[in-house]
């Protein structure tokens, strides 16, 4: 979620709907964007200090729902797949403190990416933290994921935290938060189908 580290890096990523961006203050006076997708998720992204990114996103299902597609590879596997074309053949959980993630894409012109971390905190249904890794040229992150429920939706809070204000540069550059945009599109249709 937090970089990409690709034999051939998907810079110009669709966000996949026809969401129009809109471009607000936060508190803070930092520019947020956000993006109401056709249906089923409003995503807004914000950067709140120089080693921080966080993503919001609201989603027309059960927080316990949005649990379990988070955390079961058999559905991450369905939606976490950046940009258009993309597959997913790698993806591997263990869900536990302590315990590692490793997940790997295909793109359509033969490009590879694969990131891992570890799990530092579970709360089901309520937090997530993880570490994540693109590789030794990319410093590690740690991800802060907080799923909140009101009124039969789920907010996804996540908060990235780089190891330097450069490094989260670098990581926005890639494309990655409209590659991360369109996976939570996909996270939403994937939402409004039956549960398996």
Known sequence: MSGARASARPTNCSAGSSATPEVSANRSGAMAKSRAPARGAKITLKDVADREFVLTCVLDAPRDRVWEAWTR?????????????WTMPLCEMD???????????????????????KY????????????????????????????????GRTTITCRILYASSKAREEALATGMEQGLAASLERLASHLRAPAP
Do not use: C, H
């Not at 590879?73 to 074309?85: A, Y």
């Open 73 to 85: 590879p058999e559905q991450v596997s369905r939606w976490l797949l950046g940009p258009e074309g």
């Open 95 to 117: 869900l536990r403190p302590g315990g590692s993630w490793r997940y790997g894409w295909s793109g359509p012109d033969g490009a590879t990416m694969e990131t891992r971390g």
């Open 120 to 151: 530092q905190e579970i709360e089901p249904p309520e937090r997530l933290v993880t570490t994540e890794s693109w590789g030794k040229d990319w410093p590690e992150t740690v991800n802060t994921l907080l799923f909140t429920e009101g009124q």
